[in-house]
């Protein structure tokens, strides 16, 4: 199992981000992905650009303060938690993912695919952001 946690700042209010990091309805700012199927409240489906899905289960949500899921595909298992806090003239999110590869041949290059999709992400947010 890997964990990777990140702290950013964004010169936003946290609302903003929020929106940004939880709209499912707005999602072509994220480069990793080609889209996002809402099954109900709780439940969620990634696919990447060729089309490989991933199942989400929120576990928690406070608005504005914090966003906690699961998530699994064939490949791995794992959880996401992003804490959101206003901050001077901007906001911080705190990332902590944690990932689980299913195939005992994958668990060496968990650690730095992890960091490299927490980064893209985090880039691709600030992108959006900044717009």
Do not use: I
């Not at 089309?51 to 791995?76: D, I, K, Q």
């Not at 968990?110 to 691709?124: I, T, W």
């Amino acid at each position: 199992m890997a964990t990777s946690r990140v702290t950013e700042y964004f010169p936003c209010p946290v609302e903003r981000v929020w929106q940004v990091v939880t709209d499912f309805s707005h999602t072509a700012w994220r480069s990793d992905l080609k889209r996002v199927e809402v099954l109900d409240e709780a439940h969620f489906v990634e696919y990447t650009k060729s089309g490989y899905a991933t199942n989400f289960t929120v576990t928690a949500c406070e608005p504005l303060r914090r966003w906690v899921f699961t998530m699994e595909n064939g490949n791995m298992s794992g959880s996401w938690e992003g804490v959101f806090e206003s901050a001077e003239d901007g906001a911080l999110l705190h990332c902590t993912e944690t990932v689980n590869a299913k195939h005992w041949w994958m668990h060496p290059f968990v650690p730095s695919y992890l960091k490299r999709q927490q980064r893209l992400y985090l880039d691709d947010l600030r992108k959006e952001l900044l717009k």
